[in-house]
C-alpha cells in the first residue's frame, strides 16, 4: 500500500514498492497518456512530471516516489495550466494546456506514441524558459533528461513548431 | 413518396432498388455485390458470406447517409500516422457527394466485422481512385435519380451544394431525401477479403471534375490528433478486458534454438502466475504486468535451449550473400525498361563505371513493442485487440492457426506505435501469441512484447545489394545502364507464436510463392530516363538468411518496410546516376533532366533546385578534400516516382574527414502528387518522412552473430534525435491537370539516402556505396 499525489489527488495503490509508476499510473489508475516504449528510459513515451521535472515512468519504483510529490500526467495538462493560471474550475474544464493546443494547431503527431513524452518534455522547459530558442528546444529534447526523447516517425521538427507555438500561447495566456 | 416503383435502377453499372418503405428514420446504405470470379478466402465457400463480415453481397455499409444529412464512412484501412483515413478520406467522399468536409461525423476503420473491404493499410490513395472515391460517386449517382423524380427534374438539370439538391426553385436534402425508406445501392467488387489487397471497388462512376473541387485541397485537420494529444483517445495498449491477465513471452536463446526444458515457476515469489508451454514457445501470464514481467524473466533463467549457429553474421554479410546464397532457384525479373544492346556499348565506351551498393537490413522500431489481447471464449469465438495494417488478412491467420473459419474470429483495431509496413500482411508480432495463450488459460491475455522482443523476434527489412553498369557518351548523356538488383523475400507474414507453437500457418517465402510470398525479386523502380538508348535492370531473388538452415523455420525473417522494394532499388540507381553526371562532367540535376523525357519528373527537379538554393556544377566540388579536422560540405541529389508522386529530394551535408561524422545541415523536397488533397498533412508526412530516411541513411543496420540479432534497445539500435535533424523545406507542387491523386506518405524516406551518399561524393571526391553512413565505415571510405 502507497499514497501517491497524481494530478492534484491523493491516491491509495495496493501495488507493491517496486512496481515501476507506469504500470501503477496505467493499470492502477487508468491514467494512461504515459505509454510503455521501451521499459529501460531510453526514449521518453512514459514521462510525468514529478514536482514540474520530467521523469521517465518506466524505471521509476512506486516506493522512490514520496506522497506529497506532485505527478502530473498528460491527463493532468489542462488542470495544472488553469491551476497556473488561476482559471476557475468551469473553464478549467473546457480549458487545454496551450502544449497541447499547439500540438493540435500544428498537427505534429504522426502515430503520436511518443507524443505524450514530448508534450510532458514541452511543458517542463517552457514553465522555466517561456521562450526557448532553436538551440534550447533541441537541448531539451536530447541532452536535458537522462536519454533523448524518440519520435520514429520523424515529427522533430513539427515538434519544434510546436514549442514555439506553445510558447506564444502562454505568453498570450490564451 | 417520389418513389413509386420497385423497378431497379441502373447507375452506371450499380443497381438502385428500394427495399421497403420505414416509418421512421430512413438510411441510404450503399452495399456491394460480388462479382467475377475470385471467391472469399479460408473455409468461406464461394457466394456466402461469413459470419461476423459485412455482406458483400447485400447492401451494406461502406456508406451511410442519415436523416440530418451526416455521413458516415467505413473503410478496412487503418490509421498508422499519416491521418489519410480522418482527412483525404472524408475530403474525398465529401466531394464527391458534395458535401461539407464536416458532413462527415464518423469514420470507422479496421474492424474485420464493421467495415467492408480489408486490405493492407497503404497505398490509401488506391493510385487516385481509392475504394471510398468509387463509391461515394456510385452513391451521388443515385441521390441524383431520387431526386430527380422528388423534383421532377431531369438528372442534368439539377444542382447540387451542401448535401442540398435543388431545380425548378425547389430544393432537398439528401437526408430529406432518403428519409422514411430505405434504399440499397449495388455496386460491383472483386477481390479477396483477406489477402494483401482485399476487395476492390469495380466500375467507373462518373467523378466530379476536378475543376468543381471545393473540400480538396484544404488543409482540414485530423481529428484523431486532438483526441490523441488531449488524452481522451483508447489505445490498444488501453484494452482492459474483464478477467483480462498479463503475458509475456519467453522467446528461444536463437533464431533456430529447439526448446530443451522450460524454467521452473518460483510459486513462493509468484503464487498467482503460471507457465505455458506448447511446442517451442513458452508464456508467462499474471494478474500483474509486473508480476508477469518478473516471473517472465524468472522462467527465462531457468529455460533450456538448443544452441544454433546458422548466421553468417553481419560482418560476412555481404561476402555470404555474394558466394553463398542460392540465386539460381528462384527466376531472375526483367524490368519493361529494358531495351536496346547494353554490352556493345559498355565493352566500347571510355567513360564508365562499375561499381556494388549495399543496403543494410533495418528494423521498423515502432516507438513501442508490439501488444495483443486474445480473447478465446468457450464457445470458440476469437476476438484479437490490436493496432494492425490488415486486419482481415490477421483474421485469416489466426483462424488458420486455430484451424477454424474466419467466420469465429473477430479482430478489433485500435491506434497505436506505428510500424511502417509491418504488418501490412496481417501481423504485427504479438497477436498470434495472445490467442494461443488465451486459449490455453481460458481468459483474455494481453501480451506486450518487451523492446528486445520487438528487436530480436520482429521482422526486419531486409538487406540488399546492386551492381551497376554504365556508360555516358561524349555529349553527357547516358550511353548504357545495367542493374542487377540481388534481395532475399520481404514479405514472410508467417505469425512467429505460432510458428514456434507448430501450429499451422501460410508457407515460408518460397520460389514457388505467389505474387506476394514469392522470393521473386521484381523491379519496383520505375524507370525515368527514357533517353537512355541501352537498359537493362534485373532482380535476382533468394531465400531469407538462415530461415531454411533453422531447425525452426525462423532465421531472418523479412517483411516490407516504407518504400519496400524500391528504397532497396532507387537508392543504387539514384546514387549511380550522381556518379554518372560526376563521370560526364555534367551537374547532376542537369543530368537527370537532360537524361528524362517525363515532364512531372523535370518539374520536381527544377523546384527543388530552386527550393533547395542549389549550385549548378558539376560534382565534386574543386575543392573537395577528404582529410582533416575541417567540415567540408556538399549537395546531392535523388529522384522517384512512387504511387504516381513524383519526388525530388536535395540533401546538403558537412563531413568532417578527421571522425567520419556526416551532419545533414539542410534537406530540401519538391513533391508532385497530381492533386494536393490536403496540403498541411502531405506536408507533416513528407517532414517525418524525410527524417526517417536520415535516420535510415546515416545510423540503422540490424547487426547479428551467427545465431540472432545481437541489437536489444535503442542505445544498440539507434535512431536519429532532434539533435541531428536538418533544416527542411517542402515544395508541394498542386497539379491538378494530372486529375489522379498520388500516395503521399510513402517515398519520402527513401530519398535521403542517395542525395546524402551523393553530396559526400561532391564534398569529399570520395564515392560511398553503402548504408548505413556511420563514422567507422565513413573513415575507412576516405582513407581508399
Known amino acids: 500500500m502507497a499514497t501517491i499525489t497524481v494530478n492534484g489527488a491523493r491516491r491509495e495503490v495496493q501495488a507493491p514498492g517496486d512496481t515501476p509508476l507506469l504500470y501503477v499510473l496505467r493499470n492502477d489508475l487508468q491514467l494512461t497518456g504515459p505509454q510503455f516504449g521501451c521499459g529501460l528510459a531510453q526514449c521518453g513515451a512514459c514521462s510525468v512530471l514529478i514536482d514540474g521535472k520530467e521523469v521517465r515512468s518506466c524505471l521509476t519504483a512506486l516506493s522512490d516516489v514520496a506522497p506529497n510529490q506532485e505527478i502530473t500526467t498528460l491527463e493532468g495538462l489542462p488542470a495544472r495550466w488553469a491551476k497556473h493560471k488561476g482559471l476557475s474550475a468551469e473553464e478549467a474544464k473546457s480549458t487545454l494546456h496551450p502544449v497541447q493546443q499547439a500540438w493540435i494547431e500544428e498537427q505534429t503527431p504522426q502515430c503520436g506514441f511518443c507524443q505524450n513524452g514530448m508534450m510532458i518534455k514541452a511543458t517542463e522547459l517552457l514553465e522555466s524558459n517561456p521562450n526557448p530558442t532553436l538551440k534550447q528546444i533541441k537541448e531539451a529534447y536530447t541532452t536535458s533528461g537522462v536519454s533523448p526523447n524518440l519520435c520514429r516517425c520523424g515529427t522533430y521538427t513539427a515538434i519544434i513548431e510546436a514549442v514555439q507555438r506553445a510558447a506564444t500561447l502562454m505568453a498570450k495566456g490564451r | ?784
Open chain 2, 1 to 784: 413518396m417520389a418513389t413509386k416503383s420497385n423497378k431497379p435502377v441502373d447507375v452506371f453499372g450499380a443497381t438502385l432498388t428500394r427495399r421497403q418503405f420505414v416509418k421512421t428514420g430512413g438510411m441510404l446504405a450503399v452495399g456491394i455485390s460480388m462479382v467475377g470470379t475470385a471467391p472469399l478466402k479460408g473455409d468461406t465457400p464461394k457466394a456466402t458470406i461469413a459470419k461476423n463480415s459485412l455482406d458483400p453481397a447485400l447492401p451494406s455499409s461502406w456508406i451511410e447517409i442519415h436523416p440530418d444529412n451526416t455521413v458516415l464512412i467505413r473503410t478496412g484501412k487503418n490509421d498508422f500516422g499519416q491521418g489519410t483515413v480522418f482527412t483525404a478520406y472524408r475530403q474525398i467522399v465529401a466531394e464527391e457527394l458534395s458535401m461539407p468536409f464536416e458532413a462527415i461525423t464518423t469514420v470507422v476503420s479496421g474492424d474485420t466485422d464493421r467495415t467492408p473491404d480489408g486490405g493492407g493499410s497503404f497505398d490509401f490513395l488506391g493510385r487516385g481512385t481509392p475504394n471510398l472515391r468509387k463509391v461515394a460517386a456510385y452513391t451521388y449517382q443515385a441521390l441524383l435519380d431520387l431526386a430527380s423524380k422528388k423534383l421532377g427534374a431531369e438528372k442534368d438539370k439539377l444542382s447540387v451544394k451542401d448535401g442540398v439538391v435543388s431545380a425548378n426553385g425547389k430544393s432537398i436534402s439528401y437526408g430529406d431525401l432518403i428519409k422514411g425508406q430505405e434504399l440499397n445501392l449495388t455496386i460491383p467488387v472483386r477481390g479477396d477479403l483477406t489477402n494483401i489487397i482485399g476487395l476492390s471497388v469495380e466500375g467507373n462512376p462518373p467523378m466530379k471534375p476536378v475543376s468543381e473541387y471545393t473540400v480538396i485541397g484544404k488543409s482540414f485537420k485530423n481529428s484523431v490528433i486532438a483526441s490523441k494529444v488531449a488524452a481522451r483517445e483508447t489505445w490498444v495498449t488501453d484494452v482492459h478486458l474483464p478477467g483480462m491477465v498479463h503475458g509475456r513471452v519467453v522467446h528461444p536463446k536463437t533464431l533456430g534454438s529447439t526448446l530443451v526444458s522450460a524454467g521452473k515457476l518460483d510459486k513462493a515469489r509468484f503464487p498467482n502466475s503460471q507457465v505455458i508451454v506448447k511446442g517451442n514457445l513458452v508464456g508467462v501470464v499474471a494478474p500483474t504486468e509486473w508480476e508477469a514481467i518478473q516471473a517472465a524473466l524468472q522462467v527465462a533463467d531457468g529455460t533450456r535451449w538448443t544452441d544454433w549457429k546458422g548466421l553468417p553474421g553481419n560482418t560476412k554479410l555481404y561476402e555470404h550473400l555474394r558466394n553463398d546464397a542460392d540465386w539460381k532457384s528462384t527466376p531472375v525479373m526483367k524490368s519493361g525498361a529494358t531495351k536496346g544492346d547494353v554490352g556493345p556499348v559498355l565493352a566500347s565506351a571510355h567513360r564508365k563505371l562499375s561499381a556494388t551498393y549495399q543496403m543494410s537490413y533495418m528494423k521498423h522500431a515502432p516507438i513501442g513493442p508490439t501488444m495483443a489481447v486474445g480473447d478465446v471464449k468457450a464457445d470458440g469465438m476469437v476476438h484479437v485487440h490490436t493496432h494492425n495494417q490488415n486486419p482481415q488478412e490477421l483474421r485469416g491467420e489466426i483462424a488458420k492457426m486455430l484451424g477454424t473459419s474466419i467466420d469465429h474470429v473477430i479482430v478489433h483495431i485500435y491506434p497505436g506505435p506505428g510500424h511502417y509496413g509491418r504488418s501490412n500482411g496481417g501481423n504485427a508480432g504479438a497477436e498470434d501469441e495472445a490467442v494461443i495463450l488465451s486459449q490455453a488459460v481460458g481468459k483474455p491475455v494481453r501480451v506486450q512484447w518487451m523492446r528486445a522482443d520487438d528487436m530480436q523476434w520482429s521482422t526486419q527489412s531486409p538487406v540488399s545489394f546492386s551492381d551497376v553498369e554504365l556508360a555516358v557518351d561524349d555529349q553527357g548523356k547516358l550511353a548504357a545502364y545495367q542493374i542487377d538488383h540481388f534481395m532475399p523475400p520481404m514479405q514472410d507474414d508467417r505469425p512467429v507464436g505460432a510458428v514456434l507453437a507448430g501450429l499451422p500457418t501460410m508457407p515460408a517465402p518460397d520460389v514457388h510463392g505467389d505474387f506476394i510470398t514469392s522470393t521473386a525479386n521484381n523491379i519496383s523502380d520505375d524507370w525515368l530516363y527514357a533517353e537512355a538508348p541501352h537498359v537493362i535492370e534485373r532482380g535476382h531473388g533468394t531465400f531469407q538468411v538462415g530461415q531454411k538452415a533453422s531447425p525452426i523455420a525462423v532465421g531472418l525473417r523479412d517483411h516490407s518496410m516504407r518504400t519496400p522494394v524500391q528504397f532497396q532499388q532507387n537508392y543504387p540507381r539514384e546514387l549511380a546516376i550522381s556518379e554518372a553526371a560526376a563521370l560526364a562532367g555534367v551537374d547532376a540535376i542537369q543530368f537527370r533532366i537532360n537524361n528524362t523525357r517525363e515532364e512531372r519528373a523535370i518539374g520536381v527537379l527544377k523546384a527543388v533546385r530552386e527550393a533547395s538554393g542549389w549550385d549548378t556544377r558539376p560534382s565534386p566540388r574543386p575543392d573537395a578534400v577528404s582529410v582533416g579536422s575541417t567540415p567540408v560540405r556538399g549537395r546531392g541529389v535523388s529522384l522517384m516516382l512512387r504511387d504516381g508522386t513524383y519526388w525530388a529530394c536535395v540533401c546538403h551535408i558537412a563531413v568532417t574527414p578527421s571522425t567520419g561524422a556526416i551532419a545533414v545541415e539542410k534537406c530540401a523536397l519538391a513533391v508532385d502528387p497530381g492533386i494536393v488533397i490536403n496540403p498541411m498533412q502531405l506536408k507533416r508526412q513528407v517532414e517525418g518522412g524525410a527524417m526517417m530516411g536520415i535516420s535510415i541513411a546515416l545510423l540503422e543496420e540490424v547487426t547479428f552473430d551467427e545465431s540472432g540479432i545481437t541489437q536489444d534497445d535503442w542505445v544498440s539500435y539507434p535512431i536519429l534525435t532532434m539533435a541531428d535533424i536538418p533544416e527542411i523545406k517542402v515544395e508541394l507542387i498542386h497539379n491538378p491537370k494530372v486529375g489522379a491523386y498520388g500516395g503521399g506518405s510513402e517515398a519520402a524516406n527513401a530519398l535521403a539516402a542517395p542525395a546524402i551518399a551523393a553530396a559526400f561524393h561532391d564534398a569529399t571526391g570520395k564515392a560511398i556505396r553503402r548504408l548505413p553512413m556511420k563514422p567507422a565505415y565513413v573513415q575507412a571510405v576516405l582513407r581508399t
